[in-house]
């Protein structure tokens, strides 16, 4: 039955690459070790996640000592704004984020709140964009921390990493950013962007889950979320799980290896897709109408019921509002921000491709989308007047 | 596939409704309530309801309970209605317990129907 | 050269049982989705990660709702004691804890020292054991927490987790205890304990790493590390990882199935194993002489320098200390805490067996221990005088 | 295997050391300090060290170390013991930093067994 499914949900999570399946099936054969232990064999693990991080490292050109190995972007978004805003409140206890952010920063940030700090909630364009202005003019002197994600994870938005950034070195602020749709889909280089925290996780780029990183700039300093022992220079305890490091840093190498010709592929299936939605009454594109990231076209259609539209959508697999929150079905608070009504949000349909993604997929994800569509209407009593 | 949200009869029900239409110059009634919206008509004979057809905007269980009520009603007397009940339809689709008021929104509207046909029947 | 090795650190983790990863390796390629997802392939994976619930929740004995799906055992014990301490700061700032608890314990509470806590920290007997009397006398109305460890890692001490819970229950302390090496190991029955939190980790019983649980039972709440929308009853956030929850679950059906088998296979090598340890001069067992976990054997020896130790018995992998802390060559504050000196505790060599270790491999280790010995002696210029 | 903290030279000093032992009545030098305990003793012919003999008890860097002095000053000249520098036998056995303070006890026995040896020569 599973044959039949249409996965078009890769921005909620990938399949493992199979070179990184495969490299990790021999670390888990030959070098299951724990890179803490003091002989031959935890050694060889060692030298396993030291490799990773060689390859993690290129990936971001920078150093392989920065990166802090955790269990997902969900934990490194959680270490970077909590730890960072609790190291540096002498800084100031002023935080700026977007409406728009994942619910891993947004509740972070909300748990801040809680504990003292003042938060600026800064709302997108219509296209989901941070507007400059509107960002230098939230800027106070005790402002101590920002964070702003790469690509949006529904709309597929790319924010302006560097000008934010560079705003930020400026006045002495601490910039994460949450890079868990953009780590191993765009070019990242964190030698030359002036990004201090930058989170990823391995999942959404073909390698395996459970395994994410945080990048901590040098001179960077946060406070741990958990404690144990002296590993990841005190910010980050437990045993290394040394398979899904060494399938991070080969999703990595692939992903790098792949980058222009995966942006090329998904570019191509992205027009098609528009292409063939584009005849249906009433269609609206939820986010960047140029220039979003390629893998993420997010739709939305007047006076269909999201619900029914998901079930009539079958056996397509693709997501209504964030992935992360979908078992609920209010309206997802990131279409609400670019301004979209209660009514429009919940008809949104997150198309989400991949490398494995065919045209033949896209042309069967048109028509079931044009056929649910179609029918939902015939059975409607028409609109409400 | 396991653990849907939709049992078979609400599968088989929003999938292949076959009373989807309208009665034209039958007794209809229209209700909208928590953003669900029905309508339901009615071809009646004597007091037989020998047709129910419906239009309905909504998740997949409000659309299945009304054509789970069209299949149910359709080809009986018009006093056999007073035996609709939302217990039996919401266990038939399991439907959770959150949309209960949805579900009302049927009730109300087939209770309109009911005053729908009455009217028909005595202007007859 | 791996062939060569002698793998006996079982305790600092385990190879994957080769049912557990060929049932991954099936969930990689057949349901790697991400069980947050509104769609049928997301429905497949949520299914996936009920069946491992069921699958552990049968070793416990317990109800399969009541476990959170975490990294490892580093975060459930985090979890689990910042997470009672915080929630329950009305009820008394006092906890109480064992100097012989691993580290991911020990930095818990002293960061809760550091935020206004106050904890006992209670020594062990010579075995290892809590004595009761010491533990009822440390008791006090203010006494919130109490957190000590099932199975001892450095030592293989089992603790009476059952009379310490029935004392906690009676006073309304909330009992936490990290089952890091007891789980799969030894029979554990949650209905029947009064135990409130219970941690635990898959790579230490054939399993995968970065998988881990925490057992919460009803009516405890706590107070999550981690923020990020409503999964897992807003106790632990991400995407959750379901080959690993997956492996998790499946090592658990499996270590229930082999755990009578599991047990006598270690304690006859157990029993070679000090046999043939026995005849050299000056060794000492560091832990229970008897009722200890089987698995464990840590021995210490008069006059050997225990780094040389270490060395001269490549290639036999064991442990000096604990795994976790083996990077720094300090005394283990395990072995100080049931009285051994800083030069006794430093010529500790933990051996830890497992179900894959074989009578022939106690027979090299035994002989390659005599060997070091007798080796580093001949170097040495003799005792100080 | 990969990062071993212990180069080749340290492997095979410390895994095949030959100079373990002592020479009965030559001049000999002993050492304790930072847990570590050397003892030197000489085989003196003329002004040439004909043999160098060990014992250790340290970490396998300082067995090491000690086994690599005997290496290089067995058979040469009384005076060549001036030579010995520990930053060299440090290089030469990748000692981590901070392990220096044991390189010294090797150094202070080195000391004290040129004095041994001056005054077994004067005694002559
Ligand atoms: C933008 C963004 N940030 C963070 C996360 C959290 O990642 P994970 O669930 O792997 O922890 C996700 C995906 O769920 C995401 O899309
Ligand atoms: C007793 C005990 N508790 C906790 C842990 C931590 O487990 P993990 O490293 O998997 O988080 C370990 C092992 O390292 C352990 O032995």
């Known amino acids: 039955m599973i044959l039949d499914l249409i996965y078009l949900d890769y921005a909620a999570t ?26 031959a064999a935890g050694r060889l693990s060692l030298a396993v996640v030291h490799h990773a991080a060689i390859e993690l490292a290129q990936l971001f050109n920078v150093n392989p000592e920065r990166f802090i190995w955790t269990s997902g972007a969900t934990e490194s978004n959680n270490l970077a704004i909590l730890g960072a805003a609790k190291q540096r409140e002498h800084r100031g206890k002023h935080l700026i984020t977007m409406r728009t952010e994942h619910k891993a920063v947004v509740d972070a940030f909300l748990f801040l709140e809680k504990q003292g700090f003042e938060v600026t909630w800064l709302a997108p364009n ?5 507007p400059l202005d509107l960002f230098e003019a939230a800027l106070r002197d005790d402002t101590q921390l920002v964070s702003i994600m790469h690509i949006n994870n529904e709309i597929g938005t790319i924010q302006d990493i560097e000008k934010i950034g560079s705003i930020c070195r400026k ?30 996780t391995a999942h959404k780029f073909y390698g395996p889950k459970g395994a994410g990183s945080l990048y901590v700039a040098e001179d960077v300093l946060i406070e741990p979320l958990m404690f144990g022992g002296n590993q990841q220079h005190r910010m980050r305890p437990g045993t290394l799980a040394v398979d ?37 009454d009433g269609l609206h594109i939820n986010g960047p109408s140029k220039d979003g990231y390629p893998g993420i076209l997010n739709v939305g259609v007047e006076d269909i019921e999201g619900e029914s539209l998901l ?19 209010e309206p997802s608070y990131v279409l609400r921000a670019i301004g979209r009504s209660d009514i429009e949000a919940q008809s949104a349909i997150r198309f989400s491709l991949g490398r494995m993604t065919t045209s033949d997929e896209i042309d069967k994800a048109v028509s079931l989308y044009c056929r649910a569509v179609k029918r939902l209407r015939s059975i409607s009593p028409g609109p409400i007047l | 596939m396991s653990d849907s949200p939709y049992n078979p009869v609400v599968h088989d029900c929003f999938t292949n409704p076959i009373h989807v239409g309208d009665v034209i110059g039958g007794p209809t009634a229209y209700f909208e309530d928590q953003g669900m919206r029905i309508r339901l008509s009615a071809g009646i004979i004597d007091s037989s309801i020998v047709e129910l057809r419906f239009r309905a905007w909504g998740c997949p269980h409000i659309i299945a309970a009304v054509e789970l009520f069209c299949r149910q009603f359709e080809g009986r007397n018009v006093q056999d209605l007073e035996q609709f009940e939302t217990g039996p339809i919401m266990q038939d689709l399991a439907v959770p317990i959150e949309k209960t008021g949805r579900i009302l929104v049927l009730e109300d509207t087939i209770r309109s129907l009911k005053a729908a046909i009455n009217d028909h029947l005595t202007i007859k």
């Open chain 1, 14 to 39: 990938t399949p493992l690459h199979p070179s990184v399946a495969e490299y990790m099936r021999k670390v888990q054969s030959e070098a299951y070790f724990n890179p803490a232990s003091n002989h």
């Open chain 1, 126 to 130: 219509l296209d989901g964009q941070l």
């Open chain 1, 171 to 200: 006045r002495d602020i601490t910039f994460h950013v949450d890079g868990a749709q953009a780590t191993g889909k765009i070019a990242v280089d964190l030698a030359a962007l002036p990004v201090d925290l930058y989170s990823m």
């Open chain 1, 244 to 280: 899904l490091i060494a399938g991070l840093g080969k999703a990595a190498s692939v992903a790098q290896r792949k980058m222009t010709d995966d942006l090329k592929h998904l570019s191509s299936l992205k027009k098609q897709l528009m292409q063939g939605l584009q005849g249906i």
């Open chain 1, 311 to 329: 079930k009539a959508l079958e056996p397509l697999c693709v997501a209504t509002g964030s992935a992360c929150n979908s078992q609920s079905l």
